[in-house]
């Protein structure tokens, strides 16, 4: 079985992670797909992310890192996948995750979304909430993977340089 894991991983934290490490343990071949999404204005360009991705999940051969654009189920279809995985937070992330599933398999009956709950360490987790702590100083060791932690630090540095000229 092909699953898609589909995200922005703006940065990937740990909760990403504990996913992407679940759900390759139930499927032939896991594919992290990083949203390109011209609307956001992300941290970390696609690119990056993608090469983040790749060097935490080196020493998982059955996932494999792609970028998408457009329609998910599109991009599903392109990969050979029947499956969506998508992490599952609080209530409020199953509302949405719910809604997309089936919009998702309005526009294509053949495809299942399996929502995999995050473990309970993570349940506070989010990308936006850790970028808000790292540039504020706060410590998020526990947060992200140490290659995160070294990209955003240099990010970080060079968004402030920039923004002193």
Same mark, same amino acid.
């Given at each position: 079985m092909i699953a898609v894991y589909p995200g922005s991983f703006d940065p990937t934290t740990m909760g990403h992670i504990d996913i992407i490490d679940r759900a390759s343990k139930i499927t032939d071949r896991l594919i992290v797909a990083v949203l390109a999404n011209p609307s956001k204005n992300p941290l970390f360009t696609v690119e990056e992310r993608v090469s983040?991705?790749?060097?935490?999940? /080196?020493? =998982? $051969? =059955?996932?494999?890192?792609?970028? !998408? #654009?457009? +329609? +998910?189920? %599109? *991009?599903?279809? #392109?990969? &050979?996948?029947?499956?969506i995985i998508r992490g599952l937070r609080a209530m409020t992330d199953f509302e949405y995750e719910f809604? =997309?599933? +089936?919009? %998702?398999? #309005?526009? %294509?009956?053949? @495809? #299942?979304?399996? @929502?995999? $709950?995050?473990?309970?360490?993570? @349940? *506070? +987790?989010?990308?936006? &909430?850790?970028?808000?702590?790292? =540039? !504020? &100083? /706060? %410590?998020?060791?526990?947060?992200v993977p140490p290659e995160v932690k070294r990209d955003l630090e240099r990010k970080l540095r060079q968004n402030q340089e920039g923004s002193n000229i």
């Open positions: 983040q991705l790749k060097e935490i999940t /080196g020493h =998982m $051969p =059955m996932v494999e890192i792609r970028h !998408f #654009e457009g +329609l +998910l189920v %599109n *991009f599903a279809k #392109e990969v &050979g996948s029947k499956v809604q =997309m599933a +089936l919009t %998702n398999r #309005e526009m %294509n009956s053949d @495809l #299942e979304t399996l @929502l995999i $709950p995050t473990s309970a360490k993570y @349940l *506070f +987790l989010s990308s936006s &909430g850790v970028k808000q702590v790292a =540039m !504020f &100083g /706060g %410590n998020y060791d526990k947060m």
